[in-house]
């Protein structure tokens, strides 16, 4: 099991950048693939970015592709989303999700094992 909790959440106008981050501890944080997903209230929680243990390839959801940047620092067991051009759309709870090393990434929330208690991000118009 891996046990995570996410931080820099907060309030921003749109436009702004936060940076999430997501510190890990437990199973070896390197040999998992890492994700962020996020839930709007009222809406189901939807896959956000994805980063593979090694190699740092990297998926996104077309929603974010362009504005968002998912990377890793596995010396630190932590994963980071930079969030940019941010949208009161983009409000929402983000959660850090740890799942099996696989070659492909998981865009799923059945595809994650371990996930952390969330953040909530507000962005306002």
């Known amino acids: 099991q891996v046990r995570l909790v996410e931080s820099g959440g907060g309030l921003v106008q749109a436009g702004g950048s936060l940076r999430l981050s997501c510190g890990a501890s437990g199973r070896t944080f390197s040999n998992s693939n890492m994700a962020w997903f996020r839930q709007a209230p009222g809406k189901e929680r939807e896959f956000v970015a994805a980063i593979r243990r090694i190699g740092g390839s990297t998926y996104y959801a077309d929603s974010v592709k362009g504005r968002f940047t998912i990377s890793r620092d596995n010396a630190a067991n932590t994963v980071y989303l930079q969030m940019n051009s941010l949208k009161p759309e983009d409000t929402a709870v983000y959660y850090c999700?740890?799942?099996?090393?696989?070659?492909?990434?998981?865009?799923?929330?059945?595809?994650?094992?371990?996930w952390g208690q969330g953040t909530q991000v507000t962005v306002s118009s």
């Open positions: 999700a740890a799942g099996p090393a696989r070659v492909r990434l998981g865009v799923r929330t059945d595809e994650y094992v371990d």
